[in-house]
């Protein structure tokens, strides 16, 4: 495999993770919960939304390798700390929003009060609960370890950790806001990954021929 491919292949997840995040979050059906109503109302947008997060959630493990890249010559126990721990969360990820597709199936098939108890009970699961809810923010803590990192060491500007704790942010502090306003944290992300894979480019990345 080739450096160029690697680049190119970094670069493009990092890319891909925010753009997709973006457009996962302008499709995303009104509401601030799985409520079955809204679910049977907005099928397409409930599984359109469903598809791109889990892709975004995809592309942010090869995402996590790629910024660890940029640190490990200067900070490579925080480029392998961080890298492990946003690898563990974006898998995690991966998994949660695959609920989307279940919760709309009950919805199609139960009344709504029995549509609504069964996925409590499933929220409630402890399986659930510690390893894939809790486990999927761990997602932001490896993008922060290793973008604070960044600049931190100066390979990364200051304002790199600041765009992506906006980008996180936003969704949560607009959550009873239309899904458009959501997404505009993603934005503040594209500009922070989207700087880390100009660098990225720029940066031969070490590996076997």
Avoid at 28 to 45: C, E, Q, R, V, W
Avoid at 162 to 167: K, M, N, P, S
Avoid at 185 to 192: D, K, T
């Amino acid at each position: 495999m080739s450096d160029s491919f690697r680049r190119h292949a970094a670069a493009g997840s990092l890319v891909a993770w925010p753009v997709l995040l973006f457009l996962a979050f302008l499709t995303s059906p009104p509401g601030t919960d799985h409520n079955p109503a809204i679910f049977l109302a907005h099928a397409t947008k409930v599984q359109v939304s469903a598809v791109l997060f889990l892709w975004a959630a995809a592309a942010m493990i090869p995402g996590m390798l790629a910024l660890a890249g940029l640190l490990r010559e200067r900070a490579p126990r925080l480029a392998n700390l961080g890298a492990a721990v946003g690898m563990i969360g974006s898998a995690a990820a991966v998994s949660l929003f695959m609920t989307d597709f279940y919760d709309l199936a009950l919805a199609q098939t139960l009344p709504a009060d029995q549509a609504v108890a069964v996925t409590a009970a499933a929220g409630d699961l402890a399986g659930f609960v510690y390893a894939i809810l809790l486990p999927a923010f761990l997602s932001h803590v490896g993008a922060l370890i290793l973008t604070i990192s960044l600049a931190a060491t100066r390979i990364g500007p200051w304002w790199l950790p600041v765009l992506v704790v906006a980008g996180i942010a936003i969704p949560f502090l607009t959550v009873t806001q239309p899904p458009a306003v959501q997404s505009t944290g993603a934005l503040c992300q594209l500009v922070a990954y989207g700087w880390a894979a100009w660098r990225v480019l720029r940066t031969p990345i070490p590996g076997r021929g």
